[in-house]
């Protein structure tokens, strides 16, 4: 079965740097664009970054320049840095994939998520 699994999240200083890796297993196919989402209880999901296979990227206006978004197409792996963190970034970072299915139609997967607080 598909799955995408996440690590690196954690406690962190304002300031501080993190980086979060996701991967994905069980594909069969292939995976198209990939991603990290991020959410807070009771809010919506929010886009961080995404990533397609020819290294596109696209971030969020809050993150950009101190995140960056990197791809292991070999391992379908993902990674996002992320620097000069502040505590609005304190949320649970989710990662999702979009993979070609065997009808050659395409569907989203999510991973659990990582948390990430930033507090002094």
């Known amino acids: 079965q598909v799955q995408l699994v996440e690590s690196g999240g954690g406690l962190v200083q304002p300031g501080g740097s993190l980086r979060l890796s996701c991967t994905a297993s069980?594909?069969?196919?292939?995976?198209?664009?990939m991603g990290w989402y991020r959410q807070a209880p009771g809010k919506e999901r929010e886009l961080v970054a995404t990533?397609?296979?020819?290294?596109?990227?696209i971030y969020a206006p809050s993150v950009k320049g101190r995140f960056t978004i990197s791809r292991d197409n070999a391992k379908n792996t993902i990674y996002l840095q992320m620097n000069s963190l502040k505590p609005e970034d304190t949320f649970t970072y989710y990662c999702?994939?979009?993979?070609?299915?065997?009808?050659?139609?395409?569907?989203?997967?999510w991973g659990k998520g990582t948390l990430v607080v930033v507090s002094s």
């Open positions: 990533i397609t296979g020819d290294g596109m990227t």
């Open positions: 999702n994939a979009e993979v070609v299915l065997d009808s050659m139609g395409y569907r989203d997967y």
């Open positions: 069980g594909i069969s196919t292939s995976v198209l664009g």
